[in-house]
């Protein structure tokens, strides 16, 4: 069921998306080579804990930790382990926050050190296709038109679009109706309302589509081991631009 957001609630969702916002500031100057991704989480954790906040996939369909950390070809929840960032690493932090009941929930491709030009071309699209993905968020359109606009991005740059992990509602559930698929066809899917919630997250590997889960049975990795990057933003439906919840506040604003 897809629920509309009062604007009591989507105050609360835009506090939890703000702290997600600020775990992001906060962590990215560790971001460098010789940390652990598990030190990360812990500074992550601690960082959500000291805002009020609880860190949403802690225990959400099986993830052990606070935020999920998935380097170079893996795609998504990679589980923070004892593995040292490299130079040329890079690393997805998938942090979601629960403030009162309400979640925030934003991912993010970081550098370690100097990448290669592949790794640059590959961030810069891929958050370059969340953004073509906002644009055409807004009441009237309809969830296909997001996953059309990500698509045709991807498409043009030859990037691999994956398809079994999608976008999603966000409320006091961190993941709710609706599906957002980063592929689809203009004019299809449900029909995009104000006080709408949600997560837009294109996931896209510099090779193929195609992906394989772990035996853990929650980590995916690119199949063919080309790097994949993820940029992801909540954002809330309104009848011109969305806000977006867990971007940074100009004059506190969002
Ligand atoms: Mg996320
Ligand atoms: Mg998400």
Redesign the pocket.
Known sequence: MITIKSPREIELLRKAGNIVYQTHQYIKPYIKEGITTKELDRLCEEFIRSKGCTPSFKGCEGFPNAV?ASVNDCIVHGIPNNYKLKNGDIITL???ACYKGYHG???WTYAVGEISDNDKYLLEHTEKALYEGIKVATAGNRIGDIGYAIEQYSNKYDLGVVKEFVGHGVGTEVHEDPNVPNYGQKNTGPLLKEGMVI?I?PMLNFGSARIKVLENGLTAKTFDHSNSAHF?HTIAITNGDPIILTGEWKNGEN
């Open positions: 999920c998938d942090i979601g929930d934003s991912a997560a997250e992801e």
